[in-house]
T-cell receptor, first 116, second 110 residues
Framework: NAGVMQNPRHLVRRRGQEARLRCSPM?????VYWYRQLPEEGLKFMVY????????ESGMPKERFSAEFPKEGPSILRIQQVVRGDSAAYFC??????????????FGSGTQLSVL | RKEVEQDPGPFNVPEGATVAFNCTYS??????FFWYRQDCRKEPKLLMS???SGNEDGRFTAQLNRASQYISLLIRDSKLSDSATYLC???????????FGGGTRLMVKP
């Protein structure tokens, strides 16, 4: 039973390019979360999605960032026109349950984005 | 004030020592509490949940003080392999969004 799969592990982009980060949740999990970790800082919540629905995007920057979790395929975090400040580790996590039954998140290995 | 606050450390301790970390949270409505461990920028992994009555898992003891809004993690008989960053994590509402503290770095020396 594969865990949460993220790819690529490392992504290098030049300023102004687009970055697409992928996350496949654990089998049977329908809840996906994206977190960002800047150097020397803790993880910051970005967005919470279920299949075809954005449940909470309160942590997403208002511009350039978008996320989706289609009916088929992985969840995608898309960053348009990247800037140096976007350089960070982006972690995806999944959970089988929601609400009061939530117990733990299973994290992927992360994508390290470097913007040159 | 940050929602979840931790002393960043580092805490440098010798093998075999007992070390304790505290974490404070700002929202009294917080419902669930966890300690995660993160090694060298790898993914965070759940260490233990924190229950109101306190709970113990081997060398690790977690406690919750709702009145003062803090949680603690005690590590006894520290091992070299305990060297990591310990993240205090709070679930503030039923919507699954976990709020992470900045982490406390522990370095266990021989």
């Amino acid at each position: 039973n594969a865990g949460v799969m993220q790819n690529p592990r490392h992504l290098v982009r030049r300023r102004g390019q687009e970055a697409r980060l992928r996350c496949s949740p654990m089998k049977g999990h329908s809840h996906v979360y994206w977190y960002r970790q800047l150097p020397e800082e803790g993880l910051k919540f970005m967005v919470y999605l279920q299949k075809e629905n954005i449940i909470d995007e309160s942590g997403m920057p208002k511009e350039r960032f978008s996320a989706e979790f289609p009916k088929e395929g992985p969840s995608i975090l898309r960053i348009q026109q990247v800037v140096r400040g976007d350089s960070a580790a982006y972690f995806c996590a999944s959970s089988p349950l929601s609400g009061a039954l939530h117990e733990k998140l299973f994290f992927g290995s992360g994508t390290q984005l470097s913007v040159l | 004030r940050k929602e979840v606050e931790q002393d960043p450390g580092p805490f440098n301790v010798p093998e075999g020592a007992t070390v304790a970390f505290n974490c404070t949270y700002s929202n009294s409505a917080s419902q669930s509490f966890f300690w995660y461990r993160q090694d060298c920028r790898k993914e965070p992994k759940l260490l233990m949940s924190v229950y109101s009555s306190g709970n113990e898992d081997g060398r690790f003891t977690a406690q919750l003080n709702r009145a003062s809004q803090y949680i603690s993690l005690l590590i006894r008989d520290s091992k070299l392999s305990d060297s990591a960053t310990y993240l205090c994590v709070v679930n503030i509402n039923a919507g699954n969004m976990l709020t992470f503290g900045g982490g406390t770095r522990l370095m266990v020396k021989p």
